[in-house]
């Protein structure tokens, strides 16, 4: 019997997968069968608790496989978003005096380390805390990471890494002020505000679009006219915020002493290291691909992988086409080919790429860069008009692009591309409970599965969002810097701008070349001992003592 | 044939056998399931390896970025005369303790041999019999773990460079750079974090514990920092203050470092670097409490840091009046280097007690060091060895049961030492004490005799000139810095207003 079957079982079997196995697991089951009627031996005989077991093993070590995976994609991911202050702090102090640059470096560190305290006590509570009344407006749960292990984090349940993750961005968010209010900025003010943004206003914003809570995110559970914004790592969550958060902070302490001369016209004042500038982009270009692609927050399937993967071509090619935009603009005015100008250019494109690289053709990733660059260009020249001083440009940059990149979404956002990343579950009837809302610049199927002009919705909820940010941030950095000028505390005295920050608030300077006299081991008067060369005022500055 | 459905060919055996149809049907379905799940189980298996070399691999890779972040971080705190002599030992040390690692390092950690013991690793120098001798779970895989760990030994070597900066014999510190990563490093690592060392929480189940507890040194505050801040503090006792530094009354003269940018580009990118050291230390990462727990160390390690930072900020501030920036960057490091011990362990708010009086002790051992007349440039010792051992202890005081059993694969409900604030009892706490106490011993006694020895053979520092002129020009021939403006001679440069 045994050896019959077991022949008759494997040459039925020849070729398939297992097949030796699988007949004699056959054969030796219908062996045992032969004691018992069938329907019995499957009940009773064939293991099925063993089985149930082995594939319960499998489950929960395929669970730990993908926890593994995600947490390394954020731990990863948020690490390189971490690095851009790195980029920050080395693009702002070079694109500044040398005498104003420990000011600066020092703020950018103390972004990281305020943003942090206040993340881990309010901030993360705010924005992505869901207590027993969940509200649209704000998160109400795990102050100070409290009952964390039983609350949804965002991309899971008790997930320490989201923390981190999205402590990355805040930080981001808080830091990129600095730029715009450089030189002139009172230190005690700074302070404020850092920790004002980090555990307030920020975290709001990111509450509105990221909580599943929030009402403004196109991913909330129910967006606001049932579409909602595409923001996917915050070309206006984190780029309008800070950006405007700065332009309203330079444009309240006024410009630097001698940027504009008695008859309004600008005075050039230039960075004191073209190097530093340089390696701040390069510093944030590698940061961003922490920034959009790892924003996906999860990466266990198919479809997730390849949404990471287009994220990180379009951030690319927008960064490119920014780049070149900036350049060759530099270059038909100035005819020169500039350097800052170029920098500038390649932020301005990761800026706007970065509310919609995992919904767009990359195609439309070049498109929205070059547009990017010009609209930068623009900006900057109408702030000279106005004599608003923002020595970063941080004001047309982050804001500027920012908004410009919310905007774009509403228009090239692919239908296919939303639904690969954007999973709505079905209502109890089986209806979608939401559509997916699309590009105004295609065509999409609609509800009823048929191929339709774009109705326009997402467009309008890209531009509710942009409306909305500018008066969240408008309506809460208005009145805490008003409050600080009332008081006197918002600029530093003219003196001490004339002496640089360094000197008068941070006992020294950046660069020690030539105090120290002797520090190369040559003459002090020879060439070469010059650090830097800005290190003492500029004598092209002009100061304005009236 | 080999592209039909394995479950219709076994039906249509089976029906061939006289079964009925649906019988068969389900009969053959649950065995080519089981037949499936085993080809799920080997590929799932594969995943995991690939995932764990790809955390491996990334994260030794941040760990290595600190590289950078020692050499502008040095480079920016030392006066630029110095500046290439000091880049060049922070290179140097990569590539000697890879070749030192390499020989002898990796196998006296953690080479398994014929006798194994708790003092020394005895088997894979140069890498010999990798496939029999690695770890027993994987052998013949994970080479990433040399890369991984050659990456912490490369930190510990670099640690001292900053201590004895700008004027210790170049030959002197590449024979110490040899020693430390072949030798001093690789025995304590072998204690407390190889399977067989005597000192190590994690030291195989068979084997009995130091106080049924061992130490708990996650990341390496007691076996990376201590090791290298202490070898650091023996170096720059040894060699004596820079020329200068104190003045003929005993009174501090101030060396400002040349470059602030460079120390904050160094503070990040070592802060960078720090998500690779701890989160990293996990080791594996294919299980959810892993998961949980290089996320956790993610959390504790940047709220430490941020503690740390302003903790330092503020302390200057109040003796100051100024806000200054290398203190708020020594801040941040010295946060990291107290929470790394125990990153796995604490709870966030404990991070920030960390931190915050890791700044404290490190002010209060500088201000120490400059009343005994010890001159450490970068404050290694202080940073780097006090706050290690602080960290070390901290994790005796603090350590949570619930996050040593996802950390360590322990079961909660047998005996778990744990932190003296929880229910412990104090073992752990007696533990660390005892590692801090073996460490500083192991590391200071071999050190003070290695650079005894150099000195005595007047090996250990340049001589007066030298140190006057700056290494760059008397030893590495020129300077850090050779700027030309295109302007020509400088009087031209200063009619043009430059």
């Not at chain 2, 140097?92 to 003092?119: E, H, Q, T, W």
């Not at chain 2, 029999?132 to 994970?142: E, L, V």
């Amino acid at each position: 019997m045994s050896e019959a079957c077991l022949a008759a079982a494997k040459s039925a079997l020849v070729g398939v997968a297992n097949g030796d196995n699988l007949a004699s697991a056959i054969c030796a089951a219908m062996e045992a069968a032969v004691a018992v009627p069938v329907a019995r031996h499957l009940e009773e005989t064939v293991d099925l608790t063993a089985l149930q077991e082995t594939v319960d093993t499998l489950g929960t070590n395929l669970q730990g496989t993908m926890d593994g995976l995600n947490t390394l994609l954020l731990l990863y991911g948020g690490a390189l978003v971490f690095l851009m202050h790195g980029g920050f702090a080395m693009l702002e102090a070079g694109a500044i005096r040398s005498k104003n640059a420990m000011n600066i470096l020092l703020q950018t560190i103390m972004d990281a380390a305020c943003s942090a305290l206040m993340w881990y006590f309010v901030g993360f509570a705010f924005a992505f805390g869901i207590g027993d009344k969940p509200n649209k407006f704000i998160g109400n749960a795990m102050f100070a990471l409290k009952d964390i292990d039983t609350h949804n984090t965002g991309s899971g349940t008790g997930k320490w890494i989201d923390w981190f993750f999205q402590w990355a961005f805040a930080a981001t968010a808080v830091t990129i002020p600095a730029g715009a209010v450089a030189e002139r900025f009172n230190f005690n003010a700074y302070l404020g505000y850092s920790m004002f943004i980090g555990g307030w206003v920020y975290p709001v914003i990111a509450h509105w679009v990221w909580c599943i809570e929030g009402w403004l995110g196109y991913g909330v559970l129910e967006p606001f006219i049932k579409a909602g914004m595409i923001d996917f790592a915050g070309s206006g969550v984190i780029h309008m915020t800070g950006g405007l958060a700065g332009l309203i902070g330079a444009i309240m302490v006024g410009p630097r002493l001698g940027r504009f001369d008695a008859d309004g016209k600008p005075v050039d004042m230039p960075g004191h290291s073209a190097i530093l500038v340089v390696l701040g982009t390069v510093l944030l270009w590698f940061g961003w691909y922490g920034f959009n692609p790892a924003s996906v927050l999860l990466i266990n399937s198919s479809a997730y992988a390849i949404v990471c993967g287009r994220a990180a071509v379009c951030t690319t090619l927008a960064g490119a086409a920014g780049g070149v935009a900036c350049l060759v603009y530099g270059f038909a005015r100035h005819r020169g080919w500039d350097l800052v100008g170029l920098c500038n250019g390649i932020l301005c494109g990761f800026v706007a790429v970065t509310a919609c690289p995992h919904v767009i053709y990359p195609w439309a990733a070049i498109i929205c860069g070059l547009v990017a660059g010009l609209w930068f260009e623009f900006l900057c020249w109408l702030l000279l008009k106005l004599k608003i001083d923002d020595p970063l440009s941080a004001g047309p940059m982050h804001f500027g692009c920012g908004m410009w990149g919310v905007f774009f979404t509403g228009l090239f956002a692919r239908q296919q591309y939303i639904m690969e990343y954007y999973v709505h579950a079905p209502s109890a009837n089986g209806d979608l409970s939401k559509p997916y809302p699309w590009g105004a610049f295609y065509k999409g199927y609609n509800a009823d599965g048929e191929l339709v002009a774009s109705d326009g919705k997402l467009l309008a909820s890209q531009i509710v969002g942009i409306l909305v940010i500018i008066g969240w941030v408008g309506g809460m950095m208005v009145p805490f810097f008003g409050i600080f000028k009332f008081f006197g505390a918002l600029r530093i005295p003219p003196e001490e701008e004339e002496m640089g920050l360094d000197r008068s608030k941070h006992g020294g300077s950046a660069y020690n070349g030539h105090a120290a006299g002797n520090v190369h081991g040559l003459s002090p008067n020879a060439p070469g001992t010059d650090v830097m060369r800005n290190s003492s005022p500029s004598a092209k500055v002009i100061p304005v003592t009236a | 044939m080999a592209d039909e459905d394995p479950v219709a060919a076994c039906v249509s055996a089976l029906v061939a056998a006289s079964i009925t149809e649906q019988q068969a049907t389900a009969l053959c379905g649950q065995f080519a399931y089981s037949a499936d799940t085993a080809g799920f189980a080997d590929s799932l298996m594969q995943t995991n390896q690939g995932l764990n070399t790809l955390y491996l691999l990334s994260t030794g890779a941040l760990v290595f970025v600190m590289h950078a972040g020692f050499a502008m971080l040095c480079a920016g705190a030392i006066r630029s005369k110095n500046t290439m002599n000091i880049l060049l030992q922070t290179v140097m040390d990569a590539a000697v303790s890879a070749i030192a690692f390499y020989i002898l390092g990796y196998g006296f950690a953690y080479g398994i041999g014929n006798n194994p013991n708790g003092f020394i690793g005895d088997a894979l120098f140069g890498l010999a019999r990798w496939t029999s001798h690695s770890s027993s779970n994987d052998a013949g895989a994970n080479w990433q773990a040399w890369f991984f760990q050659w990456a912490f030994a490369a930190t510990a070597t670099t640690i001292p460079a900053g201590a004895v900066a700008e004027r210790l014999n170049f030959n002197a510190y590449l024979i110490y750079s040899f020693f430390i990563s072949a030798f001093v490093y690789p025995v304590v690592v072998h204690w407390v974090w190889a399977a067989e060392g005597w000192l190590g929480y994690a030291r195989l189940a068979s084997y009995s514990h130091l106080f049924r507890s061992g130490m708990i040194d996650f990341a390496g505050s007691g076996v990376v920092h201590m090791t290298g801040g202490f070898a650091g503090l023996a170096g720059c006792i040894m060699v004596g203050p820079r020329m200068g530094r104190f003045d003929s009354n005993g009174q501090p003269v101030e060396m400002p470092g040349h470059s602030a940018t460079l120390v904050v580009l160094g503070t990040v990118l070592l802060w960078f670097g720090w998500y690779g050291f701890n989160p990293g230390s996990q080791l594996i990462i294919n299980y959810t409490a892993s998961a949980a727990v290089a996320g956790r160390a993610a959390v504790t390690t940047t709220l430490a840091g941020a503690a740390g930072c302003l903790s330092c900020l503020l302390t200057a501030f109040l003796r100051h009046k100024a806000w200054d920036l290398v203190s708020g960057c020594n801040g941040a490091l010295v946060g990291f280097v107290s929470i790394t011990a125990s990153a796995n362990v604490v709870e966030p708010w404990a991070a920030l007690i960390a931190g915050l009086v890791g700044g404290w002790i490190f002010d209060a051992v500088c201000m120490l060091f400059l009343k005994l007349r010890i001159d450490d440039p970068l404050s290694a010792a202080p940073m780097h060895g006090f706050c290690g051992a602080w960290g070390v202890f901290f994790a005796g005081l603090l350590a949570k049961k619930q996050y040593i059993c996802e950390s360590y694969g322990r079961d909660c409900d047998g005996y778990v030492a744990d932190g003296l604030f929880y229910v412990g009892d104090g073992r752990l706490l007696a533990s660390q004490v005892i590692g801090i106490i073996s460490i500083f011993a192991w590391v200071f006694g071999l050190m003070i005799i290695l650079f005894g020895g150099l000195k005595a053979i007047n090996l250990l520092r340049i001589s007066a000139e030298e140190e006057q002129a700056g290494l760059d020009v008397s030893k590495h021939g020129g300077s850090a810095y050779n700027y030309d403006h295109g302007l020509g001679k400088p009087e031209k440069a200063q009619a043009l207003g430059l």
